[in-house]
């Protein structure tokens, strides 16, 4: 456990927590830039007590998209997805809680897509993470699924590039 430089104990969830934050407004912002209305969701928009009640169970709430968005008649939602530092590989690794809760709230709310943005802005869908790795290496643990990151499609070409916003 590491101390901040005033003192206080920070636990590694909390350092998970910064970097998810901080992730998930730089997707919203580079949304908003693409055009896209973008309202914070899920269990960052919960209290503390309810965030504390959610990180012990295995409800798939825990799992519940970070955004949800909309650009005229279409509506999206995104699960932004960023790596500790220290984890820097060729692969993406998504738990297989998450990624089964993403493929029941896709079929629950279809036809809202559910996006998994990377700390990369590189985008895969519940789907296609269970497609790249139904035949390929997992985790010896079992609990994530790894995607290599060649199989992720660029951000522009899911939700339009920002200069085509600002020309419409």
């Not at 309810?50 to 005229?72: K, M, N, Q, W, Y």
């Not at 997805?81 to 998450?98: E, F, G, L, N, Q």
């Amino acid at each position: 456990m590491a101390l901040t430089p005033g003192g206080t104990r920070v636990t590694q969830w909390q350092d998970r927590q910064a970097i998810g934050d901080m992730h998930e407004r730089r997707v919203a912002a580079a949304l908003r830039a693409r055009g896209w209305t973008v309202q914070p969701c899920g269990q960052g928009t919960y209290p503390p007590a309810v965030r504390e009640a959610l990180r012990r169970t295995r409800s798939a709430l825990r799992h519940f998209p970070d955004l949800i968005a909309a650009r005229g008649a279409d509506l999206i939602t995104i699960d932004a997805k960023d790596r500790m530092p220290s984890t820097d590989t060729d692969r993406y690794a998504v738990s297989a809680d998450t990624v089964t809760a993403g493929l029941f709230f896709t079929a629950a709310h279809a036809p809202t897509p559910l996006y998994y943005v990377f700390g990369d802005l590189k985008v895969l869908t519940p789907a296609e993470v269970v497609h790249y790795t139904a035949h390929a290496l997992r985790h010896r643990s079992g609990a994530f699924h790894l995607v290599r990151t060649e199989q992720a499609h660029c951000f522009d070409d899911v939700f339009g590039s920002a200069g085509a916003a600002a020309a419409a």
